[in-house]
């Protein structure tokens, strides 16, 4: 089971010592196609904390464009504020900067609280009320302006926000046909070239995206200061939605699947993945529908797919199987680190789509040869507490995987973690069957009129054998 720390009197002693949090100013600058975003926070008794994004837009933009997009701006920055607010949960955020309408301020405060459900979690601070967990105070000198008006009325095409990963990569190969679709990268990883490359996608526009943390939260991490998970998909949205109206498209489209929905800690509402949550999908287009009613729409693809039927479909393209980052350490080593939970439950659907020779191939490691890895198993099928602290399926896909590996190959029973989990659990094993079930469901979505037959299609495409 995931580590659970009892940081409350920590939580109560930073409280009184910095009560004020504030987000002091942002700003811009253009240098040819390098946007360059600034952002200032600083704690009541602290110097200031300096952070940027820098986005490499693919065609030049005016900075008369820019300009009417800052509400925008200033709106990355209070979601990126989360990353330093967190080290010491300052009971106080005063925004000095920027135009909120009081009537966001709920809004924000579900995404502080719900958002960092892991956080307080993990910290041994569930107990704190939603009501005292932070109040938003706005002290801008332009807060009572409205908003600026914007010109959408010429938005067409989409914008995809593309990771590399086994998600986002099939939503390539389910719009390969459209071309007047565009991608955005926050972070590129070492082989999402390929994968791009492989769906034609190096033919259309590409934004990249480099976000890094400021070494001085890293530094407060070291002495001690609160640290855990963070809502980054919320971030993801904000600059999707941004650059979306930067570039005049309509669609932001993301690829969130519906195993995302599943909480990470049985009984409650915690979710690891709560910003790839539909319900965050839903509050983040009502979010959008009152700021920017005829801006940008924003949506998960692949809302309605399961992880199965994800990589079912997957399966249409194996060869780029090897290049696609599931793991976090791939991401910044462009190899599987064959430890973690996400390499694990990756492991048991690639054996259960292809066969364990394939998986092995893929993660590099057999990860049912060693009993350092029965407890993650526990946590993935549901017989530990919680799940895993990692974007993963769900315990029933889990489960179902291993009903299928089984099927397939009675001889794997013999491996190490499996003779271990058998011998406990092998009741709780589906019938083979459930896998292609669970392949085929097509869950609650919020997908456009005009993208679900794209959606059906695919759906239609899974076949398991």
Request: aromatic fraction near 14%; glycine fraction near 6%; charge should be negative.
């Amino acid at each position: 089971m995931e580590f659970v720390v009892d940081n409350k009197q920590k939580f109560e002693d930073f409280r009184k010592k910095y009560p004020i949090f504030k987000y002091d100013s942002f700003s811009w600058q253009k240098n040819g196609l390098v946007l360059s975003l600034f952002f200032t926070y600083s704690f009541d008794t602290q110097d200031s904390i300096n952070t940027s994004l820098e986005i490499n837009l693919p065609e030049e933009v005016s900075e008369e464009s820019i300009e009417e997009n800052k509400d925008f701006i200033f709106r990355i920055g209070l979601i990126q504020a989360l990353s330093y607010w967190k080290a010491y949960c300052s009971p106080f955020f005063h925004i000095n900067c920027g135009n909120l309408k009081e009537e966001e301020l709920s809004w924000w405060k579900d995404v502080w609280y719900e958002g960092m459900g892991e956080f307080r979690y993990r910290n041994g601070l569930l107990d704190v009320p939603k009501e005292t967990w932070v109040k938003f105070i706005l002290n801008s000198p332009n807060n009572e302006e409205n908003n600026k008006t914007h010109g959408f009325s010429d938005l067409s095409g989409n914008l995809i926000a593309f990771t590399g990963g086994k998600d986002s990569s099939l939503t390539l190969g389910i719009l390969s046909g459209k071309s007047d679709s565009e991608l955005f990268c926050i972070n590129p990883t070492l082989d999402i070239e390929k994968v791009r490359n492989f769906f034609n996608f190096d033919k259309f526009p590409e934004t990249i995206v480099h976000r890094e943390i400021n070494e001085k939260l890293l530094a407060l991490n070291k002495e001690g200061a609160l640290n855990g998970h963070t809502p980054f998909s919320t971030t993801v949205a904000f600059v999707g939605v941004f650059l979306a109206s930067l570039r005049k498209k309509k669609y932001v489209i993301v690829s969130n699947e519906s195993s995302a929905n599943e909480p990470t800690v049985f009984g409650t509402d915690i979710n690891h993945q709560y910003s790839k949550s539909l319900l965050f999908e839903k509050n983040f287009i009502n979010y959008c529908n009152m700021i920017w009613p005829e801006g940008p729409k924003y949506f998960s693809l692949l809302r309605p797919f399961t992880e199965i039927g994800i990589i079912s479909l997957l399966k249409e393209y194996e060869e780029i199987i090897g290049y696609v980052s599931s793991c976090n350490i791939k991401i910044k080593t462009g190899l599987w680190c064959g430890k973690c939970a996400k390499c694990f439950f990756s492991f048991l659907i690639f054996s259960a789509v292809w066969d364990i020779n394939f998986a092995k191939k893929i993660i590099g490691v057999n990860m049912l040869a060693s009993v350092d890895n029965l407890g993650m198993l526990y946590e993935l099928t549901g017989m530990a507490p919680t799940k895993p602290f990692e974007c993963v399926g769900t315990n029933e896909e889990a489960l179902a995987t291993l009903a299928v590996i089984l099927d397939k190959n009675i001889d794997v029973a013999k491996e190490p973690v499996l003779e271990i989990f058998l011998n406990k659990h092998k009741n709780v094993l589906p019938d083979p069957k459930k896998f292609k079930q669970i392949a085929s469901e097509f869950h609650e979505h919020l997908i456009p009129e005009e993208f679900l037959n794209i959606a059906t299609e695919a759906k239609n495409k899974i076949c398991y054998e």
